[in-house]
């Protein structure tokens, strides 16, 4: 597609079970962001692919998220026995090398969890 | 505190009104300034990009960066309906892939809702 996909677009859960969010980047586009973004708080950093360089996973919340990336591409967000504070919508968003910088944007995962 | 500051509001204005945004920062490493727009139940998308101080123009926006006051500033002019969705401002300390350093953190505002009624 066009643009960055995100998959699921809405996510029901209950407290303590695992969730995988998953985020399909602009072809071509070597750096892959993860973002979290809850009511009334804006966007707020969890972690940041460059290329084959080592991810800078400083704004992971704690040790029960988790990011890969396969290939270059396609990323995964697990986060595992999920708790209702992360209840939130997750954005992933996408840059090319070399570029203005701009960051492009899926319409985000939306996480509830009960 | 935060990093970077930015009024939530919400803010409502009559069709045709300039609206100011406004955001401030306390990290003077930042070099590099954003403005996003997010309509509701979507991402956020590019608006403005400024590198350190000055003003930009781009039809009836106008971004403003005072790094000497950590503030910057988006002016709309003759604001439409269209307008109404989400602000964020966002910054960096160098260019978005610099290297694959984390200079690729871009740091948001909360967000300004703003409502441009007809």
């Known amino acids: 597609g066009a643009g960055v996909s995100q998959s699921p677009s809405n996510k029901v859960t209950e407290k303590g079970k695992d969730v995988e969010l998953r985020c399909d980047p602009i072809?071509?586009?070597?750096?892959l962001y993860w973002y979290r973004q809850s009511l009334g708080q804006g966007l707020e950093f969890l972690i940041y692919?460059?290329?084959?360089?080592?991810?800078?996973k400083s704004g992971l919340p704690s040790d029960r998220f988790s990011a890969e990336r396969t290939g270059g591409s396609v990323s995964t967000l697990t986060i595992q026995r999920t708790q209702q504070e992360d209840s939130a919508v997750y954005l992933c968003?996408?840059?090319?090398?070399?570029?203005?910088?701009?960051?492009?944007f899926g319409e985000g995962s939306r996480l509830t969890v009960l | 505190q935060k990093e970077v500051e930015q009024d939530p509001g919400p803010l409502s204005v009559p069709e045709g009104a300039i609206v100011s945004l406004n955001c401030t920062y306390s990290?003077?490493?930042?070099?590099?300034f954003m403005w996003y727009r997010q309509y509701s139940r979507k991402g956020p998308e590019l608006l403005m990009y400024?590198?350190?101080?000055g003003n930009k123009e781009d039809g009836r926006f106008t971004a403003q960066v005072d790094k000497s006051s950590k503030y910057i500033s988006l002016f709309i002019r003759d604001s439409q309906p269209s307008d109404s969705a989400t602000y964020l401002c966002?910054?960096?300390?160098?260019?978005?892939?610099?290297?694959?350093?984390?200079?690729?953190?871009?740091?948001f505002g909360q967000g300004t809702i703003l409502t441009v009624h007809p």
């Open positions: 400024t590198y350190s101080s």
């Open positions: 072809s071509g586009h070597t750096a």
């Open positions: 968003a996408s840059s090319s090398d070399g570029g203005s910088g701009e960051l492009f």
């Open positions: 692919f460059q290329g084959n360089s080592a991810p800078d």
């Open positions: 966002a910054m960096s300390a160098g260019p978005i892939n610099a290297g694959g350093t984390s200079y690729g953190k871009l740091t």
């Open positions: 990290n003077s490493a930042f070099q590099y």
